[in-house]
């Protein structure tokens, strides 16, 4: 990513770097007064960084991860002020203050702009054309993304920006039901929770939907504002309540199959940094994707063992709705094709898929065979 690159249209000297200059200033004056020698201490630089995950979620946690591992590598010259969700501003509204400076850093996912820009869901919930969230990070990272998502944000969301992706997720579950759902028509005219573009899929698969923050889902389900949801994984989905309000838990989809993190800073405040912190701020994220990766099939496996064990009945989404998903997808292309930049960064995923899926599928044993062989009759479909 062109982490150095300027804005195209002026903006206002950075609050951040005001407050450095000044400081540098002063310092010079009073070691010429005092002759004295360099001081021993430094106060470190704090950086305000709010999530879009409640305290509770296990993604503040994962947030966690990346303050210990900048604080730890910066040597403490950096100090990361981690707030959740709703300390400064909504879940939904970080990527604003992040703009504007109110905030120096946030921790989101960039389907949440897709009130801003439909393209934001493309980068991490948009058609899968066969490549996990892996295989979809690696493209932003190795096969031209990273340049797309500064075009999105920083030209044509004109947003004072720059990002970084950690995390690729694990495929996220169908979501919570009342009933059983096995067939197309199970789901139609359900009031379903999800978000981005997989809200304009369920809707052309007959739901109906409403996009809200995850501390949101469970108070709507109980207020019968919403029959079903989705929001992302076991250990997230129990840290709210969802198996209090629904105990049919549908694992397997393809409408929101490779998302990861996204790590967003004020282009200011990341610029006028010095080049070994922006370094430490940008390869953080691969720390602690790493992190991140092990604590999640952890905590994740757990935790649906758990949900299991509470009287949840987990489930793998049918294969009608899977093929219908596809197939709504293939619709869903269509529209979004008729925009020029999405068309170009769907040409560029499907090129990358083709080629890098075929290679790991090729190359993928049939691990479920083995798994069935060492645990007979334990996985269930």
């Known amino acids: 990513m062109e982490a150095t690159k300027k804005p195209t249209t002026g903006s206002a000297p950075a609050r951040r770097s005001f407050l450095k200059k000044g400081a540098a200033a002063g310092a010079v004056g009073a070691a010429g007064i005092f002759a004295a020698p360099a001081v021993i201490g430094q106060a470190p630089l704090v950086m305000k960084m709010q999530t879009s995950w409640g305290a509770s979620n296990i993604w503040q946690d994962f947030a966690q991860d990346y303050a210990n591992r900048v604080e730890a590598m910066s040597g403490g010259r950096l100090k990361v002020d981690l707030l959740p969700a709703g300390a400064?501003?909504?879940?939904?509204?970080?990527?604003?203050?992040?703009?504007?400076?109110?905030?120096?850093?946030?921790?989101?996912?960039?389907?949440?702009?897709?009130?801003?820009?439909?393209a934001a869901s493309l980068f991490g919930t948009g058609p899968?054309?066969?490549?996990?969230?892996?295989?979809m990070m690696s493209w932003f990272y190795e096969g031209g993304g990273a340049e797309f998502y500064r075009e999105l944000t920083q030209d044509v969301m004109d947003m004072n920006?720059?990002?970084?992706?950690?995390?690729?997720?694990?495929?996220?579950?169908?979501?919570?039901?009342?009933?059983?759902?096995?067939?197309?028509?199970?789901?139609?005219?359900?009031?379903?929770?999800?978000?981005?573009?997989?809200?304009?899929?369920?809707q052309n698969m007959g739901m109906s939907v409403a996009q809200l923050p995850g501390g949101e889902i469970v108070p709507a389900m109980e207020r019968g504002v919403i029959d079903a949801f989705e929001f992302n994984n076991p250990s997230s989905d129990s840290?709210?309540?969802?198996?209090?309000?629904?105990?049919?838990?549908?694992?397997?989809?393809?409408?929101?199959?490779?998302?990861?993190?996204?790590?967003?800073?004020?282009?200011?405040?990341?610029?006028?940094?010095?080049?070994?912190?922006?370094?430490?701020?940008?390869?953080?994220?691969?720390a602690a994707s790493t992190a991140?990766?092990?604590?999640?099939?952890?905590?994740?496996?757990?935790?649906?063992?758990?949900?299991?064990?509470?009287?949840v009945t987990v489930h793998r989404t049918s294969q009608p709705i899977l093929d219908a998903q596809i197939q709504a997808w293939d619709g869903l292309i269509?529209?979004?094709?008729?925009?020029?930049?999405?068309?170009?960064?769907?040409?560029?995923?499907?090129?990358?898929?083709?080629?890098v899926t075929y290679y790991e599928l090729?190359?993928?044993?049939?691990?479920?065979?083995?798994?069935?062989?060492?645990?007979?009759?334990?996985?269930k479909l």
């Open 88 to 118: 400064v501003v909504g879940a939904f509204q970080v990527i604003d203050a992040c703009n504007d400076g109110i905030l120096d850093a946030a921790h989101s996912v960039p389907v949440y702009w897709y009130g801003k820009s439909k």
């Open 128 to 135: 899968v054309f066969g490549g996990s969230a892996t295989t």
């Open 161 to 202: 920006i720059v990002a970084f992706m950690g995390f690729p997720m694990f495929a996220q579950p169908f979501g919570w039901f009342k009933n059983e759902v096995n067939t197309l028509d199970d789901i139609k005219g359900l009031k379903y929770r999800t978000v981005g573009l997989a809200a304009d899929l369920m």
């Open 239 to 286: 840290d709210f309540g969802a198996q209090d309000v629904a105990k049919n838990y549908y694992l397997s989809s393809y409408h929101q199959a490779s998302e990861s993190f996204e790590f967003m800073f004020n282009r200011d405040f990341f610029e006028d940094l010095e080049p070994d912190l922006q370094a430490i701020l940008q390869y953080g994220v691969e």
């Open 292 to 311: 991140n990766t092990a604590s999640a099939m952890n905590r994740y496996s757990a935790d649906l063992q758990k949900l299991q064990e509470s009287g």
């Open 334 to 355: 269509e529209e979004l094709e008729k925009d020029e930049f999405m068309k170009k960064v769907l040409d560029s995923q499907r090129a990358w898929v083709e080629r």
């Open 362 to 379: 090729m190359n993928a044993p049939d691990y479920e065979l083995a798994y069935n062989h060492y645990f007979p009759g334990k996985l």
